[in-house]
Antibody, heavy 118, light 106 residues
Framework: QITLKESGPTLVKPTQTLTLTCDFS??????????VGWIRQPPGKALEWLAL???????RYSPSLRSRLTVTKDTSKNQVVLTMTNMDPVDTATYYC??????????WGRGTLVTVSS | DIQMTQFPSTLSASVGDTITITCRAS??????LAWYQQKPGKAPKLLIF???NLEIGVPSRFSGSGSGTQFTLTISSLQPDDVATYYC????????FGGGTKVEIK
């Protein structure tokens, strides 16, 4: 059974760097074909894909946010970490991590709400 | 970037109706499209992948079709439990979600 859970700060100040952790179980990110993605959703708005990392350390980023995002994995801890620099109030959103067998997302975490405010 | 346009943005139908949601891509994406259902306060749930493949455990009243630039999600015999917002997602070139379709019961 695959499960994922996001964790990190609920409040960050403008210009700060956000670091979110996705703890997962039920699969290994060292196994061929496995991936984890990050998606966010501002309150009342649509989903926005942010980043993906695969078992072979292939990393993909949203072109519009590429300069601000870094995604890494720790296969020994079953964790994926997303960092986003220079946070702004428009980045206020629920951030989800999700299991990705091939660019679509078959199982999601419950999400974590991050508010950007001074 | 590939843009995904979903319509309608809101749909109201009666229990038992068949409804269709459309997603249009700004360029051809082949079959690389997924559909998700999101209920209020919950994470999205995968319904369909690769345009027409039903995810395990999803009721057969959900179906997907299309390729290239136009795709549809059909819900046959709408149930009260289907009240949700539905999103399409292209994954031919990076990934983009549509703007969502909110489905309500009349």
């Amino acid at each position: 059974q695959i499960t994922l859970k996001e964790s990190g700060p609920t409040l960050v100040k403008p210009t700060q760097t956000l670091t979110l952790t996705c703890d997962f179980s039920g699969f290994s990110l060292s196994s061929s074909g496995e991936g984890v993605g990050w998606i966010r959703q501002p309150p009342g708005k649509a989903l926005e894909w942010l980043a993906l990392i695969y078992w072979d350390d292939d990393r993909r980023y949203s072109p519009s946010l590429r300069s601000r995002l870094t995604v890494t994995k720790d296969t020994s801890k079953n964790q994926v970490v997303l960092t986003m620099t220079n946070m702004d109030p428009v980045d206020t959103a629920t951030y989800y991590c999700a299991h990705s067998p091939y660019w679509h997302f078959d199982l999601w975490g419950r999400g974590t709400l991050v508010t950007v405010s001074s | 970037d590939i843009q995904m346009t979903q319509f309608p943005s809101t749909l109201s139908a009666s229990v038992g109706d068949t409804i269709t949601i459309t997603c249009r891509a700004s360029q051809s994406i082949g079959p690389w499209l997924a559909w998700y259902q999101q209920k209020p306060g919950k994470a999205p749930k995968l319904l369909i992948f690769k345009a027409s493949n039903l995810e395990i455990g999803v009721p057969s009243r959900f179906s997907g079709s299309g390729s290239g630039t136009q795709f549809t999600l059909t819900i046959s015999s709408l149930q009260p439990d289907d009240v949700a917002t539905y999103y399409c997602q292209q994954y031919d070139s990076f990934s983009t979600f549509g703007g969502g379709t909110k489905v309500e019961i009349k």
